[in-house]
């Protein structure tokens, strides 16, 4: 049995992660302790593994186990668009919907004066280098709809201007969203992208 100031080490690291707070990284440690057998091993385990295999795609940026990702490897994928994304979820939850077949690419964050973040520390010059040397028709930017999000789609479409056709992601109400719950942005993108039935 683990010394509980190693407990307490777990349960601080695990506080740590996006969704957790000191409570539920408490009751997480102590439902793994309990079940550690069929679970604590087993993900200490693949935590293990996965901390040594894990490796960017050289090309998009994507997370796997190869030096390039099954995605960009896949040349059926291949069709002359990359889908722009902020980050690897953003990533993953295109692909969860399975309408986009073509490739992507991670900036891995948006441009932030505040935060001093500059087109070198994204991956904008490989998009730029990408879209030199592949056969790319068509970037969608698919960046969140935040000031830092906009911003950085209209450097990244400044860069691109007349190289490559540019698209964005549609934005305004959900499917099955109610304009009573919808803030005021999302309400004035919907007006704004209005279109003829």
């Avoid at 991670?106 to 932030?112: E, P, W």
């Avoid at 790319?136 to 860069?159: R, W």
């Avoid at 305004?172 to 993108?189: M, S, W």
Wanted: proline share 4%; glycine share 8%.
């Amino acid at each position: 049995m683990p010394d509980r100031s190693e407990i307490d080490a777990l349960i601080e690291m695990m506080a740590r992660l996006p969704g957790l707070g000191p409570r539920s990284a408490r009751r997480t440690v102590l439902h793994l302790i309990r079940k550690r057998e069929l679970q604590l091993k087993p993900l200490a385990e693949l935590m293990t593994k996965v901390a040594s295999t894990a490796r960017e795609c050289l090309n998009c940026g994507n997370v796997g186990t190869a030096e390039i990702c099954p995605i960009c490897a896949d040349e059926r994928r291949a069709n002359g668009q990359i889908c722009v994304v902020e980050d690897v979820g953003d990533l993953w939850a295109m692909e969860r919907g399975g309408s986009f077949k073509g490739r992507y690419h991670v900036l891995g964050g948006t441009l932030s004066a505040l935060d001093r973040v500059g087109p070198e520390e994204l991956r904008i010059p490989q998009l730029v280098a990408r879209v030199d040397s592949e056969a790319v028709t068509e970037v969608i930017l698919a960046l969140n709809a935040t000031v830092d999000g906009q911003t950085t789609a209209h450097y990244i479409a400044d860069q691109l201007e007349s190289r490559v056709a540019l698209t964005s992601l549609a934005q305004g109400v959900p499917i099955g969203g109610e304009l009573d719950y919808l803030d005021d942005g999302t309400i004035t993108a919907a007006l704004n992208a209005r279109r003829k039935l």
